[in-house]
């Protein structure tokens, strides 16, 4: 893939890039190792303040950066400013919080005695340079929850974004830069996905993130494994919206459809396979079709659009085979599932009934507006059905009654549960999944502490 902003609502270039060559990329990685010796020793107070300013100065650029978002990848731009708004938000949370998530921790004297110690404290002290491998979903968010945090630990960031935000990619090098964090604390690489590897393998790395593809999580990971190094991954999702019979279905079917269309569909933690149990579901299936057919889809640079298009020709391809594939298995398409005539990678909001396990679509993630149904024919069947997955980021549950909220805090296999409301990622709780959703944590202090040395510091007698 080309580095370069095409713009997804009508298939139009705007701006290329040429990689950088072997010896700029050398250039920086000593700029990032040199800059460690030092930022490394900063207190967070001074670490906080950048921070912060960094956050207002995003504020400041909230409409601007909106825009070129939407241009890059095609999210409404309400959203878009939307994202803007919670990188300043995480930001300061980071600014406030990092030291109290970091501070020593001391043991017991009684429980370290026995080793001959008079007292031992625990310390997180930063690796060094952490390269992030982003996607180009939430160009501003994936890149500042990693950021934020990594920041206020005392690493410094090496940026591989998708090649189709390098706009994005490059402004969020601009931001810290002009917040006044010294130079090579956070740098954009504009390179090629075939240069990750590399990188990875050099010595003055020392950690990596991704968020992205299973493939792409696997040839992260099988390299920093065999470079011992550190690896948090965030890949797909597949995550079930589960409807019981005692739940408010006025408000579910509501949320669903906004669960399932944020960023217009392409979200890891987008609700995808809507679980519903027999009793109530024709009356969900009734109001979630006709709150999916409802949607504005259009222009996501008009203040009006629900529904912009897909990222790329590809992802519009990809989706399209996979409703095609579950339509001549026998599924029934309650609305969408034509590609529309024009301009632009578009694909109408579409949900799939009638789902079995034999279909592509019940086994791979559908990364667009394209959602299943499902009936179950009580609570053991909608826990089997949502366990049926290679996937476990997140889930939601709809039910008042606290025993069945039990159950599936219980036995969900998921990251998260999220009861009554629609996943959503915040500053204060982590987030990550499981099997190959990945592993790891990013936000909150789980987040903050996985790119840290823990050191055991013992004091004899």
Known sequence: MPIATVNPANGETIKTYEPMDEEELERRLQLAEATFRTYRTTSFAERAALLERAADLLDEDQADIGRVMTTEMGKPVKQARAEAAKCAKAMRWYAAHAEALLADEEPDPSDVTDSGASRAVVRYRPLGPVLAVMPWNFP??????????????????????????????????????????????????????????????????????????????????????????????????????????????????????????????????????FIVHADVYDAFAERFVAGMRALTVGDPLEEDTEVGPLASEQGRDDLEELVDDARRGGARVLCGGERPDGPGWYYPPTVVADVTREMRIHREETFGPVATLYRARDLDEAVLIANDSLFGLSSNVWTRDEAEVDRFVRDLEAGGVFVNGMTASHPALPFGGVKRSGYGRELSGHGIREFCNITTVWHGA
């Not at 410094?156 to 090579?184: I, M, W």
């Not at 968020?211 to 079930?240: C, F, H, N, Q, Y």
């Open 140 to 273: 501003l968010w994936q890149v500042v929850r990693f950021a934020a945090s990594a920041l206020m630990a005392g690493n410094v960031g090496l940026l591989k974004h998708a090649s189709n935000v390098p706009q994005t990619a490059l402004y969020l090098e601009d931001l810290f830069h002009r917040a006044g964090f010294p130079e090579g604390c956070f740098q954009t690489l504009l390179v090629g996905s075939g240069a990750i590897d590399d990188i990875l393998r050099d010595e003055r790395v020392k950690a990596a993130t991704l968020t992205g593809s299973e493939p792409a999580g696997r040839a992260v990971a099988s390299t920093a494994g065999e470079m011992i190094k550190k690896t948090v991954l965030e890949l797909g999702g597949s995550d079930p919206f589960i409807v019981m019979p005692s739940a408010d279905l006025d408000r579910a079917a509501q949320v669903a459809v906004t669960a399932r269309v944020q960023n217009n569909g392409q979200s890891c933690i987008a609700a995808k396979r």
